[in-house]
């Protein structure tokens, strides 16, 4: 079986679908990859084979602008970029020359559910974010400011979910329809749910205790365990020097896709030195304060080995580092600001895995009462302790084969 992978987004949307090759692979399926050039790394790690889609610089260029980080329509523009970009997606699926059996896409992969359909090859959409479905039971916390929706009344559930598909037809359908125009394939009406629900099979790498599925969810939605890396290796020289020097730091990041974070860094090294702890800045965006002596700033580096060394994490809420920060056993303090973050945040705290602090509220004075929160309180430190071999221990990996051969060489009806 030949599988195209394609993921669009931020590296946690890239390292679950690397994670699904890699299962795949291990069936001794043939699997190839279309990234942005940023994240080619990632799958050479993997061992997977890749062609980049768009030019070096495309995706920082994208999360620059403000408009990715609204915290309304933040994804109907990432989604209306990647409609813009389909000429790129389709170039690099011409290079890759692979004749796929099934394509796997993320939530805003619609380039490749677009062509798939055309070439009448079976699509697995995989989502990372349980935000993407809505219940009346459940619902989500779509942004900053509606943390009070799920416990409103049902009439004003509907009518913010009738809002939320005002916005993203108003934005999306006319450059969707003109899409499809142009593969011949028909028109849509909704794109909540003949776009971001379609599909002929629909994962979710959540699994039930941190989103219990719900009646009105889709039929053929399949949950699974985090999709985490597993990584084996050791941590940069200059990290493990500090470690030895300043053992269980707070993490402080915001992100693999935000480089507006002097805010963000001013805060954590303030509230660091408030808390007198040692602590590491972990971001893409080199930092320009001077951190004392136990500080230290790093790019990037696999969460999977750092968390287990780390007091604990203050993030921006992305399913990636949240479930990785659960999978260590450690608080986190979740500082969301766009996307499905305030969900996963509200469900942090609900969970009693940690706390949260919204990011228009963020100084350095309720960072530091929030962290002092976090790290008194015996309450989630015995619920982290008890919840991380939930994650660290299951392993989905074989089920999710099962699930994306079926429609290969067991397909449906």
């Known amino acids: 079986m030949k599988v195209l992978l394609s993921p669009f987004g931020s590296e946690g949307d890239v390292n679950p679908l690397i994670w699904a090759a890699s299962a795949l692979a291990s069936r001794g399926h043939t699997s190839h990859m279309l990234l942005p050039a940023k994240y080619g790394a990632l799958a050479d790690r993997a061992g997977l084979p890749w062609t980049p889609v768009g030019k070096a610089g495309d995706f920082d260029a994208m999360v620059r602008d403000a408009r990715f980080w609204h915290p309304m329509t933040g994804s109907a523009h990432v989604a209306s970029v990647m409609l813009s970009s389909y000429q790129e997606f389709l170039a690099a699926y011409r290079e890759s020359g692979i004749q796929a059996d099934l394509v796997i896409s993320s939530t805003l992969g619609l380039a490749a559910a677009f062509a798939a359909e055309a070439e009448g090859i079976p699509t697995l959409r995989v989502h990372m974010q349980p935000a993407i479905f809505r219940s009346l039971a459940d ?9 009070w929706l799920p416990a409103a009344p049902a009439v004003v559930k509907r009518l913010a979910f009738r809002m939320i598909d005002e916005i993203l037809n108003f934005k999306l359908r ?21 776009m971001i629900l379609a599909g002929d099979g629909v994962a979710l790498m959540t699994p039930p205790w941190f989103a219990k599925p719900q009646a009105e969810w889709p039929k053929r939605v399949h949950q699974f365990a985090f999709p985490l890396d597993r990584l084996a290796g050791e941590l940069p020289s200059n990290l493990q020097q500090f470690l030895s020097a300043h053992p269980d730091p707070i993490v402080w990041t915001h992100g693999s896709a935000n480089f507006d974070t002097r805010r963000f860094h001013s805060c954590a090294i303030r509230a660091s030195r408030n808390l007198g702890l040692p602590f590491l800045i972990v971001g893409p965006e080199p930092l320009k304060d001077v ?9 990037h580096v696999p969460f999977d080995i750092l968390f287990p060394k780390c007091r604990a994490v203050v993030h921006h809420g992305g399913i990636g580092t949240t479930a990785k920060a659960i999978a260590a056993g450690i608080p986190q303090l979740v500082v969301p600001r766009s996307h499905d973050q305030p969900d996963n945040a509200a469900r942090v705290s609900r969970l009693q895995l940690g706390l949260h602090l919204s990011y228009p509220r963020l100084s350095p004075i309720r960072a530091t009462r929030a962290v002092q929160n976090l790290l ?5 430190r015995n619920t982290c302790k008890k919840t991380a071999p939930l994650v660290r221990e299951a392993d989905d990996s ?6 994306a051969e079926s429609f290969v060489l067991h397909p449906r009806k």
């Open 139 to 147: 619902c989500p916390v779509f942004a900053h400011g509606l943390g």
């Open 174 to 194: 006319g450059p969707i329809n003109l899409l499809r125009s142009e593969l011949s394939l028909g028109p849509i009406q909704d794109v909540y749910q003949e």
């Open 291 to 299: 951190l004392p002596p136990n500080g230290l700033a790093i790019s």
């Open 376 to 380: 008194t309180s015996d309450l989630i």
């Open 398 to 403: 074989s089920a999710f084969a099962d699930f």
